[in-house]
């Protein structure tokens, strides 16, 4: 469900959409551990509190994953043109 959406307004093709995803996924999943170990400080605490309130925001410049099979190469040869003549030859 999620993959169809992000993959067509995004634009993006596969391998990276599944990238994406799974970031989102592994950085909700990191917020519940740290929660569940008690690394954000007590129910209640300011820290948790502020952690719980707010949705999980990534850097617009931040890196993202690349690989090989991110790739895409257009190894058609480039379309051929008819040569442009110049007039009064």
């Keep these: 469900?999620?993959?169809?959406?992000?993959?067509?307004?995004f634009d993006l093709s596969a391998?990276?959409?599944?990238?994406?995803?799974k970031k989102v996924c592994d950085a909700y999943a990191a917020l519940k551990a740290n929660i569940k170990a008690g690394n954000l400080g007590p129910k209640g605490s300011k820290r948790?509190?502020?952690a719980e309130s707010k949705p999980i925001a990534f850097r617009e410049d931040a890196a993202q994953a690349?690989?090989?099979r991110c790739l895409s190469w257009n190894t058609a040869p480039p379309a051929r043109r008819a040569p442009v003549g110049r007039g009064g030859r």
Excluded: I
């Design 15 to 21: 391998q990276p959409t599944v990238r994406v995803v």
């Design 48 to 50: 948790r509190n502020k």
């Design 1 to 9: 469900m999620v993959y169809r959406q992000v993959k067509g307004e």
């Design 66 to 68: 690349f690989d090989d």
